[in-house]
T-cell receptor, first 116, second 113 residues
Framework: GAVVSQHPSWVICKSGTSVKIECRSL??????MFWYRQFPKQSLMLMAT?????????EQGVEKDKFLINHASLTLSTLTVTSAHPEDSSFYIC????????????FGDGTRLSIL | DQQVKQNSPSLSVQEGRISILNCDYT??????FLWYKKYPAEGPTFLIS?????DKNEDGRFTVFLNKSAKHLSLHIVPSQPGDSAVYFC????????????FGPGTSLSVIP
């Protein structure tokens, strides 16, 4: 079945650094990918919709300059958390839809980001 | 404003019995509803879905019921098994060009052997 790979699965870094998270669709093309954030014991909050070849669409309250999204190909979207601070520590999850099917989104296994 | 609600944060059920997870929504523009299962430190896994033109969809032990007039859906798991213990998210899709999915807060299900 369809697989979405997310890398890295866990990252710890110092405050002020930038962190890049990759989301790849391994066996299908994804014109649209989604980035979510989950705080402990809370729901998945949609941050932005990533569209191949165009600018991402951000949800209300999500800082575009803080969370840079690039969707350069049909199989890869990246989320860069710039100048990360401890409050950015969270579980980030991406998902992707197969452009050629009507199947629901497939999710990656998430990235645990810890900012010291 | 939470568009998808799951008012029970947790649920415990005896193995072999029925698990019923409830979900309510507020946005009448939602046209497609999904249930996802999630284990800790993993991404959600799609479980079952239902279109707004139906009122029931069944897949093995899992059945989803939709009551559009009440803006309510439920997931029934029968018989419940210990491996079903996970967090279950109800989700709804808006009819937009990007098929954005909005998640509820989740219900943690514990199936007791």
């Amino acid at each position: 079945g369809a697989v979405v790979s997310q890398h890295p699965s866990w990252v710890i870094c110092k405050s002020g650094t930038s962190v890049k998270i990759e989301c790849r669709s391994l066996d299908f093309q994804a014109t649209t990918m989604f980035w979510y954030r989950q705080f402990p014991k809370q729901s998945l909050m949609l941050m932005a919709t990533s569209n191949e070849g165009s600018k991402a669409t951000y949800e209300q309250g999500v800082e575009k300059d803080k969370f840079l999204i690039n969707h350069a190909s049909l199989t890869l979207s990246t989320l860069t958390v710039t100048s990360a601070h401890p409050e950015d520590s969270s579980f980030y999850i991406c998902s992707a839809r197969d452009a050629l099917s009507n199947q629901p989104q497939h999710f990656g296994d998430g990235t645990r980001l810890s900012i010291l | 404003d939470q568009q998808v609600k799951q008012n029970s944060p947790s649920l415990s059920v005896q193995e072999g019995r029925i698990s019923i997870l409830n979900c309510d929504y507020t946005n009448s523009m939602f046209d497609y509803f999904l249930w996802y299962k999630k284990y800790p430190a993993e991404g959600p896994t799609f479980l079952i879905s239902i279109s707004s033109i139906k009122d029931k969809n069944e897949d093995g032990r899992f059945t989803v019921f939709l009551n559009k007039s009440a803006k309510h859906l439920s997931l029934h798991i029968v018989p419940s098994q210990p491996g079903d213990s996970a967090v279950y998210f109800c989700a709804a899709r808006q009819k937009t060009s990007y098929d954005k999915v909005i998640f509820g807060p989740g219900t943690s299900l514990s199936v007791i052997p």
